[in-house]
């Protein structure tokens, strides 16, 4: 449900605002993703819109692994 895919979100954010080893960047991260999950519990809100989620994720992972800082940047700004 709603639920679990907040957590893997807040997983999803918590573990790649921990890459750059800023621990002010994490807390910072931390405090905003927890104010924004409240959209996933708005009527407003459809299931469907974690599919656009997921692939933004795994953009955002992609970049990563390859170790490309400029497509990260892209992926994290459009995501």
Known sequence: GTKALVELDRAFHARVAQFPGNHR???????????????????????????????????????????DPSAASTAMRAH
């Open 25 to 67: 960047l994490a807390d910072f991260q931390s405090a905003i993703h927890d104010r924004m999950s409240r959209i996933w519990f708005l009527p407003t809100w459809h299931f469907h819109d974690f599919s656009m989620t997921s692939s933004e994720h795994a953009a955002i992972i992609a970049a990563i692994r390859e170790r």
